[in-house]
C-alpha cells in the first residue's frame, strides 16, 4: 500500500509540473497603451477607438489580459517618457504599446529629442521586464524630405536596435482615404479604427501573448 502511495504521489507531482507552465502562461496581463490622440479615441464616443477593439477582440479570443490606455490628446514624446516611469510603478505592464511621436512631427520637433525620448521609454520598460511594442507614424513633407525621412526612419532604427517589433505605419490604408477622417482631416473617424487594429493587431496579439 505505501508503495502505491508513493507512485500516486509522484504521479501528482509530475501531473503538477506539467501543469505549471500552463498556469503561468494563461496569468492574465496587463498591457499599457501610452499613445496621443489616434489612441485616446479623439472626436469618437467612447468603446470605438482601436483600443477599446483591441480589449473586445482578446476577450473574444479569450486571452486573459486587462488594457489599459494611459493614452492622451496632444501627447508628445517628451509628455509620455515624464509619465511613463509613474505609470509602470502604479500598473506593473507585463507589455507596453507605445504610440507617440505623431505631434512631435507635425511640430516640426527636433528628431533627435523624439528619438532619444522613445528610445529612454523602451529602454525603461525593458527595466522592469515589460515588453515593448513600438508603433510608428509617418507625416506630411511639411517641413522638407529630410526631416520626414529622418522622422520616419527612426522608428524601424529603434526597433532594431532595441530589438523591438514595429508596426511601421499604423494608419496604412487609411491614411490615403479622406473619408475616413473627422472633418479636421487629422483624426480618423470611429470607420478607421477597424482597420487601424487590423495593422497592429499580429504584433499586438503576439505581444500580449508573451511571443
Given at each position: 500500500?505505501?508503495?502505491?502511495f508513493?507512485?500516486?504521489a509522484?504521479?501528482?507531482?509530475?501531473?503538477?509540473?506539467?501543469?505549471?507552465p500552463?498556469?503561468?502562461?494563461?496569468?492574465?496581463?496587463?498591457?499599457l497603451?501610452?499613445?496621443d490622440?489616434?489612441?485616446?479615441?479623439?472626436?469618437?464616443?467612447?468603446?470605438?477607438?482601436?483600443v477599446a477593439?483591441?480589449?473586445?477582440?482578446?476577450?473574444?479570443?479569450?486571452?486573459?489580459?486587462?488594457?489599459?490606455?494611459?493614452s492622451?490628446?496632444?501627447?508628445?514624446?517628451s509628455?509620455?517618457?515624464?509619465r511613463?516611469?509613474a505609470?509602470?510603478?502604479?500598473y506593473?505592464p507585463?507589455a507596453?504599446?507605445?504610440?507617440?511621436?505623431?505631434?512631435?512631427?507635425l511640430?516640426?520637433?527636433?528628431?533627435?529629442?523624439?528619438?532619444?525620448?522613445?528610445?529612454?521609454?523602451?529602454?525603461?520598460?525593458?527595466?522592469?521586464?515589460?515588453?515593448v511594442?513600438?508603433?510608428?507614424?509617418?507625416?506630411?513633407?511639411?517641413?522638407?524630405?529630410?526631416?520626414?525621412?529622418?522622422f520616419?526612419?527612426?522608428?524601424?532604427?529603434?526597433?532594431?536596435?532595441?530589438?523591438?517589433?514595429l508596426?511601421?505605419?499604423?494608419?496604412e490604408?487609411?491614411?490615403?482615404?479622406?473619408?475616413?477622417?473627422?472633418q479636421?482631416?487629422?483624426?480618423p473617424t470611429?470607420?478607421a479604427?477597424?482597420?487601424?487594429?487590423?495593422?497592429?493587431?499580429?504584433?499586438?496579439?503576439?505581444?500580449?501573448?508573451?511571443?
Amino acid at each position: 500500500m505505501l508503495d502505491q502511495f508513493k507512485r500516486w504521489a509522484a504521479t501528482g507531482l509530475l501531473l503538477l509540473g506539467a501543469a505549471a507552465p500552463a498556469t503561468a502562461y494563461s496569468a492574465p496581463k496587463t498591457v499599457l497603451v501610452l499613445g496621443d490622440s489616434l489612441s485616446a479615441e479623439y472626436g469618437l464616443a467612447r468603446g470605438t477607438g482601436w483600443v477599446a477593439l483591441a480589449e473586445q477582440k482578446l476577450k473574444a479570443e479569450k486571452v486573459d489580459a486587462t488594457i489599459v490606455n494611459a493614452s492622451i490628446s496632444g501627447e508628445t514624446t517628451s509628455g509620455g517618457r515624464a509619465r511613463l516611469a509613474a505609470l509602470v510603478k502604479q500598473y506593473r505592464p507585463d507589455a507596453l504599446v507605445i504610440e507617440l511621436g505623431a505631434n512631435d512631427g507635425l511640430r516640426g520637433l527636433p528628431v533627435p529629442a523624439a528619438e532619444a525620448n522613445l528610445r529612454a521609454m523602451i529602454e525603461l520598460a525593458q527595466q522592469n521586464k515589460a515588453r515593448v511594442l513600438l508603433v510608428g507614424m509617418q507625416i506630411p513633407p511639411n517641413y522638407g524630405r529630410d526631416y520626414t525621412q529622418r522622422f520616419t526612419g527612426m522608428y524601424g532604427k529603434l526597433a532594431k536596435e532595441l530589438k523591438v517589433p514595429l508596426v511601421p505605419f499604423m494608419l496604412e490604408g487609411v491614411a490615403d482615404k479622406p473619408a475616413l477622417f473627422q472633418q479636421d482631416r487629422m483624426h480618423p473617424t470611429a470607420q478607421a479604427h477597424p482597420a487601424i487594429l487590423a495593422n497592429i493587431w499580429p504584433s499586438f496579439v503576439q505581444l500580449v501573448q508573451g511571443r
